[in-house]
């Protein structure tokens, strides 16, 4: 959504005229991320997302979090398909 709002013209010429710039725009999203984490559970001083879709949006999360560290985790092929897809491996865990 930030994207399309910022790549169009039109809508980007509108929020100019209402003086709200790039930078408005990306703090007013992470305090709505930052409201929406919030709400899912206690306080915690590590967040983990598992939404494999998120390196899409990492350069804006980047900047709308810029002290922040991130890990991408691979879990290994083998795990990640069914098993059926290839029925001449056998995984010893089965």
């Given amino acids: 959504m930030h994207t399309k709002t910022i790549m169009s013209s039109l809508e980007m010429s509108r929020l100019t005229e209402a003086h709200i710039d790039e ?3 990306r703090e007013a999203l992470a305090s709505y991320i930052l409201t929406i984490i919030a709400g899912h559970g206690d306080p915690a001083p590590l967040l983990c997302n598992k939404d494999p879709f998120a390196i899409r949006s990492m350069s804006h999360i ?4 810029p002290n922040s560290k991130f890990i991408m985790m691979i879990r290994g092929w083998s795990l990640c398909l069914p098993l059926n897809y290839f ?4 995984h ?3």
């Fill in 87 to 90: 029925p001449s491996y056998h």
């Fill in 23 to 25: 930078r408005l725009l």
């Fill in 62 to 65: 980047r900047k709308m979090f």
């Fill in 92 to 94: 010893k865990g089965f």
